[in-house]
């Protein structure tokens, strides 16, 4: 087959690699900067047996538009690209929020060998061993399932925008909604569309749909109170108690993990002892102030608002320093920031110090007015805002919400 392949710099070069080791021609674009091996000029100009376009690319893009070829997303691709080359068990995961705490609670029940890919990294478990760190984009789920194949146990992959249903469950952890693909599409739409073909699903409470006839609705599984969750399904009841669930971020992702055990037949009772993730409502005093950790790649208005709540009842003061915004450059972000909803967490929770991290709006604008009396500190990187918040705060907390890819 003659395949064209988009978007070289968004897991687009495995794919391409992928198709090209099983015998097929390939051309690959990069349809971001212009550049790569095949210009879209070049491309314009050939004919193709079958397009793989990535979700998030603009639908008006002139070799998406004037295709007279099938196109096909990156993660259909990676599901017809594996075949039946996949784990026992694979589970993946995608969502707006809750993804990577989702997979490592998950990861921390299945038994014997395994490979967790998450966007803070690749591990083997049981030994938690570091392998990289790339991606979530559809087509590093290549790498993990050889890695996987080659380990000999299961694979729990996050993945960006959608599921490629190549494995044993697929979860959405969110019904957190945005748009993307030059504003033109819905990230949920796209999510639940690419669950069509999975074999079974799992959906966060208030995702209504039933994209596939082996569907799961949390709120009919999953109930929790306090630091208490119950699991129900069928003539199974689990339960489990962890103070995290007391925190809105983590109830859910708890719940999401501790449903998918029993769907696996798995116990789900040793999440009483699973603890906050690095960036992710983790909480720890540095020289005697408490530090939130809420830095990650799904920050957002209600996780930020939650930490500064948790950091309030935890250190017992009001005064916090708040670290906020999103850094600059940092690719691995798909949905940003946005700043009306920067602005509105730092009005609800008014801070006593706040230091902006990221671009500042230009001079002369509304945003900029709005914001120059709120951050008089600014810094470039997510590292020099922690810098100065430590420098600057004597009393109560230091609060990290800077969205960027940990």
Known sequence: MNILVLDSIHGGQPIAAAFVSRGDQVDLVDVYRGTGPV?????????YDLIVAPVHL????PLIRTAKAPVITHHEAIRQLLGSYVPGIMVEITGARGKTTTAHALASLLPGPGILHT????????????????SITPGSVLEAVRLAKETGGWLIAEESLGLTCAGTLGIIT???????????????????????????????????ENPVNNVM??????????????????????????PLI?????????????????????????????????????????????????????TNFRT????????????????????????????????????????AAMEAIRPSSLIWVGRFPEPGTPDHAALIPLAPVRAATFEEGYTLARQKTVQGSIVLAVKTWR
Request: hydrophobic share 40%; aromatic share 6%.
């Open 39 to 47: 210009s879209v000029e070049v491309a314009r100009s050939r004919k």
């Open 304 to 343: 930020t608002i939650d930490a500064a709540q948790y950091a309030r009842n935890v250190a017992g003061r009001n005064e916090i320093t708040l670290v906020i915004g999103q850094q600059e450059g940092d690719g691995a972000v798909c949905e940003g920031f946005a700043f009306d909803q920067i602005l």
């Open 119 to 134: 966007s803070s990294g690749t591990f083997r478990y049981p030994e938690k061993e570091f392998i990289s760190r790339s």
């Open 217 to 242: 609705h949390l709120e009919n599984t999953a109930s929790c109170t306090g630091t208490e969750c119950t699991i129900s399904l069928g003539i199974t009841t689990r339960r489990f108690i962890n």
């Open 174 to 208: 969110s019904a957190g909604d945005f748009r993307f693909a030059a504003g033109k599409k819905s990230a949920l739409s796209a999510k639940l569309a690419s669950a069509r073909s999975c074999k079974n699903l799992l959906l966060a409470e208030g995702i209504t």
């Open 246 to 298: 007391a925190l809105p971020a983590y109830r859910d992702s708890l719940a999401l993990a501790a449903t998918a055990a029993v769907m696996l037949g798995i116990d789900p009772s040793p999440l009483s002892g699973f603890t906050a993730l690095t960036g992710r409502m983790e909480a720890r005093y540095v020289g005697g102030i408490l530090v939130v950790d809420n830095a990650n790649s799904g």
């Open 58 to 61: 603009d639908p008006d893009h």
